[in-house]
């Protein structure tokens, strides 16, 4: 059964996944530790993507494919036929950088999916990164969770510009349903409701 | 003080919901204890030494009457029968069940009570001065804006998972008494030249074992932007905190890597976007908010009252009391009242339920039924006429609670440590125990004065020790519990971390070292010179100096 929610006005459903999720392969270098320098900040203990990597991307022939950005970044002249039938869609990961994405697809909303992958659950930064998607870039089309996304996360999901979640499939996803709507008036405005409490009821 | 309106309860009705079905599922095993665990600590549910620890938000330390008496309830029934105010005016219950949680959060609930967020990675408590409102050096009452800031703060959803604690401080006063230097963010309410309510923006500090006093970021901040301007900075923080290495993971690290003007271009980068967006403070919803914290029915009173100048000459142990516990007040004829959580011989910051609902009975009799926490772990009754003062004073001392040692050497901040916290290297609260002993002479302690003293059980640092006047530390030696001890750190304006004055010392040995430290004080002050100052005009050279002479001639004589 399938474990991606999705919100369609408003309304969560369990639906079957259109795109197929392309990772990258294994990478053949150590993981590089404690970057330290503060340029290497975002990456500090991630993985850094190798050429070979790239490279090494199977990407299925047909149907719709979500890539990782490195790969998208490189091999878009590649996939660009594909991406004109709107097939191609995007991943990152929660340390790689929204600027990147932007500079190598100027129009994001030629993207019909971009997704945030997020290694543990307790890595926040993928809120910020739905928020800049949908506040500062202007992104209009589906944004998914996948990765470590469990139900305790998906208020703050939802709330941070997110309209589709890929559940870890070890959970119900139809029991996670429910808590998309832990709350009914969150105090102050995000994505998904702009407005504080202050601004939309006469307190 | 601020009351919930129906989408205040909603929220932590809400809350309760959600968190009785999280204990439910962890408890059925559908949570692991790694997904639990942030899920727990939003909720302020430790795991400790001998049981969970449960911290409730007594937010920015403000309490009525029926919440104190709805604390000392629940302390009574799921604990035993007492609790623990921090020194982030929260409170503590040491020994609840797991289970029993959510019961006590739907409890706290019925009072508007909760506690979203007291831990965990994520916006804590926004605290700030106990005398909020009735100071006379006040410029801005605080309470308002810090209301507006928890609300904003309460599930932010893009900062539900930061990379570390996040700590908000704010002040309305000339003298900074919420430490705003040693928070993630601090923030100083002023009136501009133009008389507007403006803010003066710190970030960057903090305890924990990497003290650092924050750093100015903004100078100047209108008000209604407090909250887009705080999002610049989480967000930047919340991107590009560290993750990897939870030592290294508050926003004072990333602050001091990137340097303040590089962290301040990000923040100010960001802010072009976030500024005037609906977040924006309106004049209306503050207006809303500061109806809550509007002055007290106050009387007009005298600035003097007869019955208390009688009661000062003739009473020597009123006297002692009043000039220590008695805070001045911006009303004539009213002072704020401490009750002092800090008895000789007992956990500082402790109070039995009992306690409780005799503070609970005093505020509603005496102080239009509220009462606030400071950060010193006392509780602070803030309007009580002058002509009261008397009765609150007997009262309170058959409770216990009217120790005349606010301010002085024995009213020490101290954290749980090793007899609850699973993280410490040492005890603590022995060693405030055993100070308050050494030095129960009163002559003794007011002739010593104004002096404060920090005690954390390890380098977390929940103690403030960086920041006392004298702060111990205690430390792990081969499997054995010492203590470090500092000189010099304070808070207020001219805030400092404190000097190690040398090699740590065991338990037994830290009245005694105490005891010396005074004596050089006592020897070399000049005047009304308070300990701080004699500390900063000498240095730590001559009290390091008495201090080790004895061990040092031990040393040499191949006793040690
Ligand atoms: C008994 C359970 C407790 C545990 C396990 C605990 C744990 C911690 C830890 C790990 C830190 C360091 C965080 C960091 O620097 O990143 C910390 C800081 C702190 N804790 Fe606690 N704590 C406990 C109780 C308390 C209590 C009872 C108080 C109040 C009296 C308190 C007040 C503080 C404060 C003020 C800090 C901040 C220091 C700073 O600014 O960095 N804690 N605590
Ligand atoms: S300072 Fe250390 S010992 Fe004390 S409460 Fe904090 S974590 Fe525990």
Redesign the pocket.
Known sequence: MSHLITLQADVAKITEDAWQFVALPPSQQEVRKQAGKVVLFKLTGEQTVTPEQIAGTLIPANGKVMVPLTVFIARKTELQARLDQHEVGVWLDTHESLTDLNQAQEDLNALPIIAVHVERFADGRIFSLGTLLRSRYGFKNELRAVGDVLRDQLFFLKRSGFNSFAMRTDRSATEAIASLNDFSQPYQGAVDEARPAFRRYNR | MYKYDEIDQSLVDERVAQYRDQTKRYLVGQLSDDEFRPLRLQNGLYIQRHAPMLRIAVPYGMLSSKQLHKLADIASKYDKAYGHFSTRQNMQLNWPLLEDVPDILAELAKVEMHAIQTSGNCIRNITTDQFAGVAPDEVVDPRAMAEVMRQWSTFHPEFALLPRKFKIAVSGTKQDRAIVQAHDIGMEFYLDAQQQLAIKVWVGGGLGRTPILGTVIREHLEWQHALTYCEAIVRVYNLHGRRDNAYKARIKILVKALGIDEFKRQVEEEWVHLKDAPNTITEAELARVAQHFEPMPYEVLAHHDASYDAAIASNPAFAAWAKRSLHAHKMPGYRAVTLSLKTHGQAPGDASSEQMHAVADLAAQYSFGELRVSHEQNLILADVKLSDTFALWEKARAQGLASPNIGLLTDIIC????D???????K?IPIAQAIQMQFDNLDYLHDIGELELNI????????HHHIGHIGIL?IDKDGSEWYQVTLGGSQGNQASLGTVIGPSFSAEEMPHVVEKLISVYLSERNGEERFIDTVRRLGIAPFKAHVYADKNAAKAEGIA
């Open positions: 954290c749980p440590g090793g609850f916290c699973s993280l410490a290297n040492a603590s954390s059980g390890c380098m977390n640092a929940c103690g205690g």
